[in-house]
């Protein structure tokens, strides 16, 4: 009987590691074109997000999902020192910097000029949300060891921003995370006013506070967005998946599409929103022909389960090995996704 749960618990921790990272996947992909466009003109050219709309039908990932599996990397390879992760970390970002990744965050880009020149503190006193975007998997994978979960997405945060406000934003994901992997909380609403114990950063809190409030309260999206902000700020995008999270949490994919449908920095918000979503629900609960739709390259679908699965192998004491990809075929979807990145920036130009 006790094999018997250990297994159940392995497989159960495995499937939510996995939604984390497909969560954040199908949220990337699916709010990628959409980045920093209104509502209206969201509304207006695209309608409700239910397929992709980047490249034809198929989806693709951006740095919110690589830098993502980047960190799952590194807790592969350094489950038990916070330091020597983010040391990790900090080479894996150099590695994917000069593999030229597109949408790149100013604060993320500053970050891997100085750890690419050798400097140990890399990080910037940027409050952009690029520490909040990948910190959903250090909270699930540490789901049942609080201080690790806080020691390691603090850690890793600063390898590219040290400001309080983005530090306190990406514990905060993470803390969120590992209450909706832990199957503790028994409502997406509960377990983002639990996470709040992890918040010191008094802006960030008191936003949180108001989008819980508006959740709990039956807001519009409108309402939210307008009160809380969608910009790429972590005061304005952490609330704001906290507010769609504990609103919508209950269906992963009116979440994220809610996510989207409010503008603003469309790709981290639904990413974050959609790897709470995979925490709490599991991998088996995501829209299976979205999944299905992202590109099974570098950093896809098969890259990421491997990804979890190996996770789940260390959480449980045993050694597993990094899973491979191609680091030169990541270069050249990068290399030839450009022309269609700038095409789509272009297009934005264009009155409707």
Same mark, same amino acid.
């Given at each position: ?22 969560? =954040?996947?199908?949220?990337? #992909? ?10 209206? &003109? @969201? $509304? *207006? ?92 998997? =250090?909270?699930?994978?540490? #789901? ?10 603090? &850690? @890793? $945060? *600063? ?61 519009h999206v409108e309402t939210a967005a307008l009160q809380l902000k969608t910009s790429g700020y972590v005061l304005h995008t952490v609330p704001f998946a906290a507010f769609c999270f504990a609103r919508f949490g209950s ?19 639904? $990413? ?19 999944v299905s739709g992202i590109h099974d390259g570098p950093f896809g679908p098969s890259h990421l389960r491997a990804l979890a699965h190996s996770l789940a192998l260390v959480s449980q004491g045993q050694k597993s090995q ?31």
């Amino acid at each position: 009987m006790n094999d018997s749960r250990t297994e159940e618990r392995e497989i159960d921790l495995e499937v939510r590691l996995a939604g984390v990272l497909l969560g =954040t996947a199908l949220g990337d #992909a699916l709010g990628i074109p959409m980045e920093g466009m209104t509502p209206r &003109a @969201i $509304a *207006r050219r695209f309608g409700r997000p239910d397929r992709f709309h980047l490249f034809g039908r198929r989806g693709f990932v951006s740095d919110d999902t690589e830098q993502s599996a980047l960190v799952a990397q590194s807790l592969i390879l350094h489950s038990a020192d916070a330091e020597a992760c983010a040391a990790s970390f900090r080479k894996s970002l150099v590695g994917w910097f000069f593999r030229l990744p597109w949408g790149i965050g100013l604060g993320t880009l500053r970050s891997c000029l100085r750890a690419a020149a050798g400097l140990k503190n890399s990080g910037v006193p940027s409050a952009g949300n690029g520490a909040a975007m990948r910190s959903a998997i =250090t909270g699930a994978f540490f #789901a049942d060891d609080l201080a690790s979960r806080r020691e390691f997405a603090a &850690a @890793i $945060a *600063r390898v590219t921003h040290t400001h309080e406000l983005a530090v306190s934003g990406a514990v905060y994901v993470a803390e969120v995370a590992a209450l909706a992997a832990s199957g503790s909380c028994p409502s997406p609403y509960e377990c983002g006013k639990l996470a709040l114990d992890c918040v010191h950063a008094d802006p960030l809190r008191q936003s949180i506070e108001t989008a819980l409030k508006l959740a709990n309260d039956g807001g519009h999206v409108e309402t939210a967005a307008l009160q809380l902000k969608t910009s790429g700020y972590v005061l304005h995008t952490v609330p704001f998946a906290a507010f769609c999270f504990a609103r919508f949490g209950s269906d992963p994919l009116e979440a994220i599409q809610e996510a989207i449908m409010a503008g603003g920095d469309t790709d981290t918000t639904a $990413a974050i929103v959609a790897a709470w979503c995979g925490a709490s629900h599991g991998a088996e609960k995501l829209p299976a022909s979205l999944v299905s739709g992202i590109h099974d390259g570098p950093f896809g679908p098969s890259h990421l389960r491997a990804l979890a699965h190996s996770l789940a192998l260390v959480s449980q004491g045993q050694k597993s090995q990094v899973p491979r990809f191609s680091r030169i075929m990541a270069m050249v979807r990068n290399i030839g996704l450009y022309p269609v990145i700038l095409a789509h920036g272009f297009r934005r130009l264009v009155p409707l």
